[in-house]
């Protein structure tokens, strides 16, 4: 259950980031502990705000940059009077780093330094890679030699962690980042005491990768909405998240709060890391201060310190649908004077109707929530032109049964496929799939778009709530291929459905084929030639191979039916499988692989 806690409500967290100028009243605790916690880890904060902006950078680039920083903190704690201390620290960040010599022209960000404040603010966010493919692989040691790292120097061990973290996830939060490396820190001391060091680095290290990119995942889909689509779309995902997670919140209590957090949330999908920091622990405390008409399940939550107040509310259980809650509120669908309402305030409008319906459907996933929504609205707009209005939208909760019907009908198509393939081949599927969708994507991206699929099938196609579950996942791998910045540009029929209708994402790209635009490389460029390394790979390494072979062979051979396209792969496996068990490999892989591109060019 704590995945499902996980993927129902991680997301809340993070969207709520609040109005971030916090109190500085001396019996304001939060403040003081929050202000102390960035004190003290300035340093880290530092690491993952340059790591994220700066990808390419060194880590010695990094450390000097923390140097300063910190420095920075110790004079303005001595004297708070000097003139940068009255700067915000993301300028006074953004000025240190535009300062460091020849950094900017090393790094090519030179554009981004000529220009101040907001537009300096964005120029550094567009600058964030989001395909990470040109940094080399995650550096591996060693359990002995890192333990010996840990135990000499543990301030450097861990910041290194953090900064090749942070580079290869730029839209990850830094709150998270710092939960991260608590993580590390905790998985590092107990499997240094540890007899199987390996095993146990082996096993805690898929747990907090998991943690990682589950969360990644959110925040990207958090901040692409947010930049791709503004305020409008944010507002109706709090208001679906909160009133689905706690729906006995009064709606005069839901809007308050999003007033309070309306102006303020982009700081973290920006990456002002100590704005993001501060606001995380502004909104739990707004949360805690209001739990008696919120929730009766994070009482115990708020008695907890800051920094571990946000997980416990994450893993809170949804409460349950309040006893005198009907599943149907017919003001929405039996009033008279429902156009007149719509018209007064349709913003106001349309919360009601998502807060009464999200409360209502604990059921629904929050997409299919946005789309009963958006299919709504369009009713209304047709039906208040209508001669008589009521006739016309007297039927809408037939309009959105047909809507969930059609969601729910892809997902157990999925899950049917998954039942059907198995893990392995559902990954071939997907991968097959959105090469000839989307051929302009790396392999990296496309290999993780396959495997993210795959988890999400598999992590719910076995539960009583599948559907929610699937349609959120899946709503996240979207949000992986749409990616956060606005100009991220794709080719014309993948970009439509990224851009259109931020509900209606997914069933656009379920009913996409190949793209038309896309024209395959005239050569190879090397996917046909193998080596004798091939038979030194572990069995994940050659199944990361096998499955860069497959999405590879689907950007130079786009026309291929998927049957030929796996009957290759099978070749390719077979061939792989053949040449290993000999004595001379290489002398066999030179024999026959043209039989292999032969094939290739006839299937």
């Known amino acids: ?120 603010r964005r120029c550094f966010f567009r600058n964030k890679k989001g395909d990470v493919g040109f940094l080399p692989p995650l ?67 898929e747990a907090v990768v998991r943690y990682l990119k589950g969360l990644s995942s959110y925040q990207k889909n958090v901040c692409g909405a947010y930049v791709k689509f503004g305020q409008q779309v944010l507002n109706s995902i709090y208001i679906v998240i909160l009133s689905n997670k706690f729906p006995r919140i009064e709606f005069k209590e839901l809007i308050s709060l999003l007033q309070d957090v309306s102006s303020k949330y982009d700081v973290c999908c920006e990456g002002d890391a100590v704005q993001c920091v501060r606001g995380r622990s502004k909104v739990m405390s707004h949360i805690c201060s209001k739990q008696d008409s919120i929730s009766n399940n994070i009482k115990k939550c708020c008695e907890k310190k800051i920094p571990e107040r946000g997980e ?3 893993n809170s259980n949804k409460d349950d649908r309040p006893n005198d809650l009907s599943l ?34 604990p059921e629904l ?63 071939y599927h997907y991968l097959i799939k959105f090469t000839k969708m989307a051929p302009q994507l790396s392999t990296d991206e496309v290999t993780f778009l396959g495997e993210e699929m795959v988890t999400a099938l598999t992590t719910c196609c076995t539960l009583s709530e599948e559907f929610a579950c699937v349609d959120n996942l899946v709503d996240l791998v979207v949000g992986e291929i749409c990616g956060v910045n606005e100009n991220r540009t794709i ?6 459905c990224c851009n259109a209708n931020f509900a209606f994402r997914r069933p656009c790209f379920e009913a996409l084929g190949a ?40 950007k130079l051979k786009p026309e291929l039916t998927d049957e030929a396209l796996l009957s290759l792969l099978t070749d390719f496996t077979n061939l792989v499988d053949k040449c290993c068990k000999v004595e001379g490999p290489q002398a066999c892989f030179n024999e026959q692989v043209p039989e292999l591109v032969a094939k290739s060019q006839v299937s």
């Open 139 to 205: 550096p591996t040691l060693d359990p002995e030699v890192k333990c010996q790292a840990y135990k000499n120097n543990s301030e450097s061990f861990l910041s290194n962690y953090i900064y090749e973290v942070s580079r290869r996830n730029p839209f990850v939060f830094t709150p998270t980042l710092l939960r991260v490396t608590d993580l590390i820190e905790e998985m590092t001391k107990t499997c240094c005491e540890e007899q199987d060091k390996a095993n146990c680095f082996r096993i805690k290290a």
């Open 491 to 496: 080719n014309p029929a993948v970009d439509h």
């Open 312 to 314: 416990c509310i994450i």
């Open 515 to 554: 793209d038309k635009t896309y024209v395959p490389p005239s050569t190879s460029k090397g996917l046909f030639t193998f080596h004798a390394d091939l038979c030194q790979a572990h069995n994940e390494e050659l199944q990361r191979k096998k499955d860069r072979f497959l999405v590879n062979l689907v």
């Open 365 to 427: 996933s929050t997409p299919q929530l946005l789309r009963i929504a958006s299919v709504y609205d369009d009713l209304l707009k047709e039906c208040c032109n209508a001669e008589t209005p009521p006739d016309c939208y007297r039927n809408a909760e037939s309009k959105f049964n047909e809507t969930t019907e059609k969601s729910l009908q892809i997902v157990q198509k999925e899950c049917e496929r998954f039942q059907r393939l198995g893990e392995d081949d559902l990954k």
């Open 328 to 361: 149907k509120e017919s003001k929405f669908t039996e009033n008279e004077h429902l156009c007149e309402e719509r018209k007064a305030d349709q913003d106001i409008f349309m919360a009601k109707f998502l807060y009464e319906y999200s409360r209502r459907h």
């Open 1 to 120: 259950m704590k995945q499902l806690k996980l993927i129902g409500f991680v997301i809340f967290l993070f969207f709520l980031t609040e109005s971030l100028n916090l109190p500085t009243k001396p019996q304001d605790v939060d403040f003081s502990t929050t202000q102390k916690f960035i004190e003290e880890n300035v340093g880290h904060i530092t690491t993952i705000a340059f790591a994220q902006y700066i990808q390419e950078a060194s880590f010695e680039e990094a450390e000097m940059l923390a140097k300063a920083m910190t420095e920075y903190k110790d004079q303005c704690l001595a004297n708070s009077t000097l003139s940068q201390c009255l700067k915000l620290p993301q300028d006074v960040l953004l000025e240190t780093i535009c300062a460091m010599e020849g950094l900017p022209q090393k790094h090519n960000f030179s554009h981004c330094c000529s220009k101040v404040n907001d537009e300096r």
